[in-house]
């Protein structure tokens, strides 16, 4: 059994025998919930691993992969028509830089989706009928280019952004009198995050985009751009997507009872391990009305690899990647 520890790319998952519990299943429920939606976890809770999941299935370029990829799942087994049936962009607002300055925060902004989208005109090159215009200085113009080429296909375009209020929380933490000037700045009307989702709400009135999944941990800035970008529908509350991200503890049970088969280790070890799991990584719940908690997929994979390699319980039970900066710490506190 190999563990996933440390990536998040459902390709490579797959490809090469990765542990992976099925979450298919949540596809067609992801497609009824509506077509810009809005889904927040904590942070290292699998969220990457869940838009890659949805990117693969979803990419028309991948066509041809389907079985390999999503045949022995249960989404495989039933899947929805428009699998295969878009064009994908993805944006990771995490590796934006929350710059000192204005300017260069919006610079550092669209150069990231300036980078993307020159990435999805080289992916998509055979589906495109022109080239994309970049304008280096300003990515919402190479947008716009982008819906242009994406109207004169066959098909549409589904965006996915990752940790969409990532480097916006950063600006929020930032030391200095300056950081409440510069989150200002981001959502001003002229700020260059606004400006971004005010794009995206045109662009899903008809003009090639059909699709938006976001990912995030905090609903504070979607309120804050609200006026700019009121038609994302929240589904982080529902029912049906508590267990969307993490692992239940029947998952959890599972795993530890072949790791102690494995180690030929007696059951009372699994038994330990699972109580020790409880107290340190078991309780997150996402709705008032769930029965059972979720448990943190990065610390359950970190301490299955550990009981795997060693046949014994991790020292540390909190994995150090798991760890707030000095920053966040000082930020939650005041």
């Known amino acids: 059994m190999k563990f996933s520890y440390g990536f998040s790319d459902f390709y490579l998952l797959k490809t090469e025998n990765y542990f992976y519990v099925d979450r298919t299943s949540h596809i067609s429920l992801i497609e009824e919930a509506g077509l810009q939606l809005l889904f927040l976890r904590p942070r290292r809770f699998g969220k990457s691993l869940l838009l890659s999941m949805l990117e693969n299935y979803y990419d028309v370029a991948k066509a041809d992969e389907f079985e390999k990829l999503f045949g022995d799942l249960a989404i495989g087994q039933n899947p929805t028509p428009k699998h295969n049936q878009y064009l994908i962009m993805k944006w990771d607002f995490s590796v934006v830089e929350p710059q000192d300055d204005v300017k260069e925060m919006r610079k550092s902004l669209h150069d990231h989706l300036n980078n993307r989208i020159k990435r999805f005109a080289k992916s998509y090159q055979d589906y495109l009928p022109y080239p994309i215009e970049i304008d280096e200085n300003n990515a919402i113009s190479s947008f716009e280019s982008t ?43 002229e700020g260059s995050l606004k400006a971004v989702f005010k794009t995206i709400k045109s662009a899903s009135s008809g003009d090639g985009l059909e699709r938006v999944f976001i990912t995030g941990v905090s609903p504070v800035l979607m309120s804050d751009i609200t006026s700019a970008y009121n038609v994302a529908k929240n589904i982080y509350l529902r029912r049906e997507f508590n267990d969307l991200c993490g692992f239940r503890e029947s998952e959890i049970r599972s795993v530890l009872t072949t790791i102690v088969e494995e180690c030929q280790l007696s059951p009372q070890n699994g038994q330990d391990a699972l109580t020790l799991m409880q107290q340190f990584y078991d309780g997150y719940s996402f709705c008032e009305s769930c029965e059972s908690d979720i448990y943190n997929p990065t610390l359950a994979l970190y301490f299955w690899e550990y009981f795997q390699n060693d046949c014994q319980f991790p020292r540390l039970m909190l994995d150090n990647n798991m760890a707030m900066d000095r920053g966040k710490l000082t930020y939650i506190s005041r």
């Open 147 to 189: 819906l242009t080429a994406v109207q004169a296909t066959a098909y549409r375009l589904y965006l996915l952004i990752d940790e969409y209020d990532n480097f916006a929380n950063e600006v929020m933490m930032g030391r200095g009198e300056i950081s409440p000037n510069r989150y200002k700045a981001l959502l001003s009307t």
